[in-house]
C-alpha cells in the first residue's frame, strides 16, 4: 500500500487523578539531561499546586553545564562525528538534503536551500541592548502595525528566488524540514513535526523570518503579529489576510472558513459542520484548549511529544497541541474542498506558502511560552539550519532558543481564558455496563464504523491502592491512513454519541494531514476514575478519511 501513512498513536489515562500537578517524569528514553521545570504561574494558580522542580545540580552541589554546540565544519553543517552514532543528536547538512518523495509530493517539488559561500556559523544571542521586539494579537495590533506585516510580506515576495530571505526560500524551509528532505543520518530522514523538535525548531524558524522582516522594513524592533484562535476576541480569521488584493492573502484556502466565521477547533473536516451559536463555539473551543493545554498534558513529556534522536524512528511522538489545535488550524485554513491534500495551510511541504502561517505559528511558540515545560530539549544539542537577515547561514541548536528574553522578543498580553475552562462530564449518559464482556476485536481492523474494545488492565494497576498514583498509556498502534483523517478515542463510555467532542469522557482525538510515511505518537490524558477495574471499554470513532487500526493495549508507568 505504497500511498498509506502509517501512525502510532499513544493516549494518556491518568487513572488515579488528584488534581494536575507539574510533575516529571522519567519516561523510558525521553531526556538526556533533565533539568528543573514547572508549569507557568499561571497553571500553577489554577491547580493550586507547588511546583515540582528536578535539579540539574552534580552530587557535589555543582552545577553541570551544557556541553559546547558543535564546531563550525566546512560542508554546510555536516557533523561528521555524529554521523551513523545511534542515539546522538541531529545536526542537519545542506550538502544531505534532497528532493523529497512519496505520492503525496507533486512531482516538481523542490525546496532544498541555496547552497552557502561561506561556511555557516553559530549563533550568537542579540545583544541586550536592542529594542524588545513585541508581538502583539493580530485582531487588535491596529491598521499600521498590521501595514508593516503586509509590506514585510510583499517585501520578501519582491526578492529574487534564488535569495535565501525570500518569501519563496523561506516558505521552502518548511517543506524541507516537514518532508524527510534533510537527512541528519544516514537512515534518518529529519521531521520537526512527529517529537519534541516541533516547538524549538518553529521557534528558531519565526525568530529568523521576523528579523529578516525587520531588516527589509528598516525597522529593527518589528515583530511579527500572531492570531490568537485560542481566546474568544481572536477565534476569527483577521480581516486583513481576507483581502483578495493583499500580499497577505492566499487563494488556496477553505473559502467556507474566511471572517467572519469562528475558528472551530475540533473541526471534524466535512463539507457539513455543526451548527453551533457563537457563544456555544467559543465555548466549546475553550474547554478543547483546556484539554490539550492543561488535561491532556499533566507532563512535559506529553506536551512536547517525544524525543528526536539518530538511529531511531523520525517521527516517535507528537505533543498534545500539536496535534490539536496546531494540526486542526492547518487543516481548518487549508481548502479541503478543491485540493486533496488541503493546500496551502492543510499540507507541510506548502503551509510556509500562506502569510497566515507564521501568524498561526506565532501563537503556538506563545502557547509554549505560557506552558513553560521547555527543559526535556534543554540539554539537546539538535541544530538547525537557517539563513539569518544577511544572508548567512546560521547554525542553531534547540538549546539556543529556550529563553524567549535572551533572544529579545514577547508578546503582548491577551490572558489565558481557557484556563479555567475544564469541561464538564456530561449527564445521563450510561459509561459501562458492570461485568459485561464486549465481543472479541480481531486486529488489525479497518475504522470504517465505530469499534469498541475491551482492552485489559496491567495486573499491577487494578491491585494497586486507590490512593496509589499511576499513569496508564493507551496505545493504538499501527494506524494507517490513507489521506488526511481523524478519529475520536472515548474510554468507558458506551453512549459516546451523547457526548460532545469536547466532553471529559472522551479522551483525545486522533488529527493526521496528508504526509507521506507518516508515523506518529499521540498522548492523551483522561480524568474518569477506572482505577479498581480490571479493564476498560476503548471505543474508536472514525470523523473523517480512512483509518486502518493494528491494535490497542495499555501500558503502565509508574510516577
Known amino acids: 500500500m505504497a500511498n498509506e501513512r502509517c ?3 499513544l493516549f494518556v489515562l491518568i487513572v488515579c487523578t488528584f488534581a494536575y500537578a507539574a510533575v516529571y517524569t522519567s519516561l523510558p528514553a525521553v531526556s538526556v539531561n533533565p533539568c528543573a521545570q514547572t508549569l507557568s504561574r499561571a497553571l500553577l494558580a489554577v491547580t493550586g499546586l507547588d511546583p515540582y522542580v528536578v535539579s540539574c545540580a552534580a552530587d557535589d552541589g555543582v552545577s553541570t553545564p551544557p556541553p559546547p554546540p558543535p564546531p563550525p565544519l566546512s560542508d554546510g553543517g555536516h557533523d561528521k562525528i555524529n554521523a551513523g552514532r545511534v542515539g546522538g543528536p541531529i545536526v542537519t547538512d545542506l550538502l544531505q538534503c534532497r528532493k523529497p518523495e512519496g505520492p503525496d509530493f507533486p512531482e516538481d517539488l523542490q525546496c532544498c536551500p541555496p547552497m552557502p559561500t561561506s561556511e555557516p556559523i553559530d549563533f550568537t544571542l542579540p545583544d541586550p541592548s536592542e529594542p524588545l521586539r513585541t508581538r502583539r494579537p493580530a485582531h487588535v495590533a491596529g491598521a499600521e502595525y498590521m501595514a508593516k506585516y503586509k509590506r514585510a510580506i510583499a517585501l520578501m515576495k519582491a526578492l529574487s528566488r534564488s535569495d ?3 518569501f519563496y526560500q523561506q516558505a521552502n524551509i518548511h517543506c524541507a524540514y516537514c518532508t524527510g528532505a534533510y537527512v541528519g543520518h544516514p537512515e534518518l530522514a529529519v521531521q520537526v513535526h512527529f517529537s519534541w523538535l516541533f516547538f524549538p525548531f518553529h521557534r528558531a524558524y519565526i525568530y529568523f523570518f521576523e528579523r529578516i522582516a525587520g531588516k527589509l522594513l528598516g525597522d529593527p524592533g518589528f515583530a511579527v503579529p500572531f492570531w490568537s484562535w485560542d481566546v474568544p476576541e481572536g477565534m476569527r480569521m483577521p480581516l486583513q489576510f481576507a483581502n ?12 467556507w472558513h ?6 472551530d477547533l475540533d473541526y471534524t473536516m466535512d463539507v457539513v459542520e455543526n451548527n453551533y451559536t457563537d457563544d456555544e463555539q467559543i465555548k466549546h473551543n475553550l474547554w478543547i484548549m483546556y484539554k490539550q493545554m492543561i488535561r491532556s498534558a499533566p507532563l512535559a ?10 538511529g531511531e524512528t523520525d517521527k516517535p511522538g507528537a505533543g498534545t497541541v500539536k496535534l ?6 492547518h487543516a481548518w485554513v487549508g481548502d479541503l474542498l478543491s485540493y486533496p491534500n488541503a493546500e496551502d495551510m492543510g499540507a507541510y511541504y506548502a503551509a510556509g506558502r500562506d502569510p497566515i502561517f507564521y501568524t498561526h505559528h506565532a501563537n503556538i511558540d506563545r502557547l509554549w511560552d505560557a506552558k513553560t515545560l521547555r527543559t526535556l530539549i534543554g540539554s539537546t544539542p539538535h541544530a538547525f539550519l537557517f539563513y539569518d537577515e544577511e544572508a548567512r547561514l546560521v547554525r542553531i541548536t534547540a538549546r ?12 503582548h498580553g491577551v490572558g489565558l481564558p481557557w484556563l479555567d475552562a475544564r469541561p464538564p462530564t456530561t449527564p445521563n449518559v450510561k459509561y459501562r455496563v458492570k461485568n459485561r464482556i464486549e465481543k472479541p476485536v480481531m486486529f488489525p481492523v479497518t475504522l470504517d464504523n465505530v469499534v469498541t474494545a475491551e482492552v485489559r488492565r496491567p495486573l499491577i494497576l487494578w491491585r494497586q491502592p486507590k490512593r496509589a498514583t499511576q499513569e496508564e498509556v493507551l496505545v493504538v498502534e499501527h494506524i494507517q491512513t490513507d489521506g488526511i483523517c481523524k478519529f475520536d478515542v472515548f474510554v468507558n463510555a458506551r453512549e459516546h454519541k451523547k457526548i460532545k467532542p469536547c466532553g471529559r469522557e472522551m479522551v483525545g482525538s486522533f488529527l493526521c494531514l496528508r504526509h507521506h510515511n507518516t508515523q506518529n505518537n499521540v498522548t492523551r490524558r483522561g480524568d474518569l476514575g477506572a482505577e479498581q477495574d480490571e479493564s476498560v471499554t476503548v471505543t474508536l470513532v472514525p470523523r473523517h478519511g480512512k ?3 493494528g491494535g490497542v493495549r495499555i501500558e503502565y508507568n509508574g510516577m
Open 164 to 166: 535565501p530571505r525570500s
Open 7 to 9: 501512525c502510532v498513536a
Open 244 to 255: 483578495a488584493s493583499s500580499p497577505l492573502y492566499d487563494p488556496m484556502r477553505n473559502p
Open 400 to 411: 539556543d532558543v529556550l529563553d524567549m528574553d535572551k533572544l529579545r522578543y514577547t508578546y
Open 547 to 549: 483509518v486502518r487500526i
Open 258 to 263: 474566511a471572517p467572519p466565521k469562528l475558528v
Open 324 to 329: 490539536q489545535p496546531h494540526n486542526l488550524m
Open 301 to 310: 513529556s506529553l506536551f512536547h511529544g517525544q524525543p528526536f534522536r539518530a
